[in-house]
């Protein structure tokens, strides 16, 4: 008998992002976070201007399952936009922090917001090596 795989906890945590969000700060413009059929990846769909440039794209955000091998531990993500990137992210929250890595978990780059107690915004910065990075605020609408 196989055994039954369910959704982490870790990934269900992000439930509190399903919802659409205005995005203001260093980027601007609206994503929307809805959960696949069966509730094992979360789509985010992203409108956004970031620098004067338009970033449209598609992140897919789960646990790797690949054939044959056990579930992963983190739960990690694949950014696809309209100009060709793919980028990378792990996701953790951690009470009401939520931390967004580039790339590999633990990574200079990242993003780090706090849910509000009524979970209608997460408010942050991400952080980049050097010294670059920006504030940027999610609002329920």
């Given at each position: 008998m196989s055994e039954i795989i369910q959704p982490s906890a870790e990934l269900k945590a992000l439930?509190?992002?399903v919802g659409t969000w205005a995005v203001t700060g260093g980027a601007e413009g609206t994503v929307r976070?809805?959960?696949m059929p069966g509730r094992f990846f979360l789509l985010q769909h992203v409108e956004l201007t970031q620098f004067g440039q338009p970033v449209i794209g598609l992140e897919v955000i789960g646990n790797l399952h690949p054939f044959g091998e056990p579930v992963g531990a983190d739960v990690v993500s694949r950014f696809y936009d309209s100009a060709g990137n793919t980028l990378d992210y792990v996701y953790e929250v951690t009470g009401d922090?939520?931390?967004i890595w580039g790339g590999a978990k633990g990574s200079p780059a990242y993003y780090e917001g706090t849910f509000s107690a009524d979970d209608t915004a997460v408010?942050?910065?991400w952080v980049y090596?050097?010294?670059g990075g920006y504030a940027?605020?999610?609002t329920r609408i």
């Open positions: 439930d509190r992002l976070y809805e959960w922090k939520l931390t408010t942050g910065e090596p050097g010294g940027s605020t999610m």
